[in-house]
Structures are given as C-alpha cells and as structure tokens.
C-alpha cells in the first residue's frame, strides 16, 4: 500500500516562498506519476505540477510556470514555490499513481486528481495579500 505524507505548508505573505515535501512509502512499480494538486475555498481540485519519477516528465499548470519547480529524489518529491501569490492558496495534496508510456504526465496530471489512485491527508498553503 502506497502511503503519502506531506508537510511544509505555511502562512507566508504575496512574494514569499514555500517547499513542501511529499514522503513515499510502499512503491512496488518502476515509475510513477507523483502530482500536487490543490483544493482553494470554491473553485473544483487542480493539478498544479506532476513529475514521473521513472521518466523524469514534468507538467505544470499554465497560473505556477516560471514561479514553482518539482523535483524527486530518494522517494520524496518537492514542490519549491516562489513568488507566491493570494490565488496559490488552498490545500495542497500529494497524490500518486503508477505510471507508463501509455499515457502523458500531462493528461494525468490535468485530470483533476480522477487519475490517482493514492493521496495524502494535505497540507494547507496561505498566501496574504
């Protein structure tokens, strides 16, 4: 059983930086895709960046290009926001699913969330104007 555990959330003001950590336990497969997604006060879930820790792809959501960065190493994925802004806040969650060439990082990681199969308890992300 996969299991996820996020940390790093934090109230930081509009310009500020934030890391979080997503800690991976239980992976049987070769490759995985390893998304973060966030849920804001309403607004639906958004897959804000995705990495596959086999093939290295990335995918970041058009509003976080140029400002957040993703990386994974030793079955940790970070998410390194900067330059946070009032509309980066909401829960962050970490999710994971197994994956292949079969598909895109980009289709997975646009789906909303509806294509991983294991998720975190989140880790809230406030950004004050």
Known sequence: EVQLVESGGGLVQTGGSLRLSCAASGFVFDDYAIGWFRLAPGKEREGVSCISTGMGTIYFVD?????FTISHRRRTTYLQMNNLK????GVYYCAS?????????????????????????????????
């Open 63 to 67: 509003s976080v290009k140029g400002r």
């Open 86 to 89: 009032p509309e980066d806040t």
């Open 97 to 129: 699913r197994p994956f292949s060439w079969r598909t895109t990082i980009a289709k997975v990681c646009s789906s909303g969330g509806t294509e991983f199969d294991s998720w975190g308890r989140g880790t809230q992300v406030t950004v004050s104007s």
